[in-house]
T-cell receptor, first 111, second 116 residues
Framework: AQRVTQPEKLLSVFKGAPVELKCNYS??????LFWYVQYSRQRLQLLLR??SRESIKGFTADLNKGETSFHLKKPFAQEEDSAMYYC?????????????FGKGTLLTVNP | ETGVTQSPTHLIKTRGQQVTLRCSSQ?????VSWYQQALGQGPQFIFQ???????GRGNFPPRFSGLQFPNYSSELNVNALELDDSALYLC???????????????FGSGTQLSVL
């Protein structure tokens, strides 16, 4: 079974501070991991995916298979980063058609 | 390039009724997925359609059914509505090209369904 856990429902930081949104997963095969973001009054959109190894809006995420984690990090948070963040997993092979989402973390960046 | 559009935006039904939700995929996309998002939860996969056929299904009962049309638009039908069906229903389109990895999903704004 696929499972994604985001232990923090709410996370509040000050502008300029580092931020880390935690994500742990459970999957027996080789998963593909994603971070999706939803800004206020906007639709859910892809932020980044681990296979791309990219940095989007200053965010990075490293897949740690040993710890089954895919934490999202940014060294200096900005007010415009305030949003709902969802970690998601896609299984390989025959189950690659669906995403399993975590419950999300609401990030608030205070001025 | 038009994005994913869903209709209606809000809907109120009573228990036992049937409902149809609609989705127009982003231009050029051949795959549509439906997700249910209950309050305070992440989206939960219902099913996916690729070239008018169901390509995978989540843990939802048969009273949740779908269709994909030749123009790649889609419908989600729910029969015998229950109170727990109250949720935001999200449609997402993507362009599946036969690769093993999941292609980027483009989400609609959703239909908020309330069952009384």
């Amino acid at each position: 079974a696929q499972r994604v856990t985001q232990p923090e429902k709410l996370l509040s930081v000050f502008k300029g501070a580092p931020v880390e949104l935690k994500c742990n997963y459970s999957y027996s095969g080789s998963p593909e991991l994603f971070w999706y973001v939803q800004y206020s009054r906007q639709r859910l959109q892809l932020l980044l995916r681990h296979i791309s190894r990219e940095s989007i809006k200053g965010f990075t995420a490293d897949l740690n298979k040993g710890e089954t984690s895919f934490h999202l990090k940014k060294p200096f948070a900005q007010e415009e980063d305030s949003a709902m963040y969802y970690c998601a997993l896609s299984g390989g092979g025959g189950s690659n058609y669906k995403l399993t989402f975590g419950k999300g973390t609401l990030l608030t960046v205070n001025p | 390039e038009t994005g994913v559009t869903q209709s209606p935006t809000h809907l109120i039904k009573t228990r036992g009724q049937q409902v149809t939700l609609r989705c127009s995929s982003q231009s050029g996309h051949n795959t549509v997925s439906w997700y249910q998002q209950a309050l305070g939860q992440g989206p939960q996969f219902i099913f996916q359609y690729y070239r008018e056929e169901e390509n995978g299904r989540g843990n939802f009962p048969p009273r949740f059914s779908g269709l994909q049309f030749p123009n790649y638009s889609s419908e989600l039908n729910v029969n015998a509505l229950e109170l727990d069906d109250s949720a935001l229903y999200l449609c997402a389109s993507s362009s599946y090209r036969g690769f093993a990895t999941n292609e980027k999903l483009f989400f609609g704004s959703g239909t908020q369904l309330s069952v009384l």
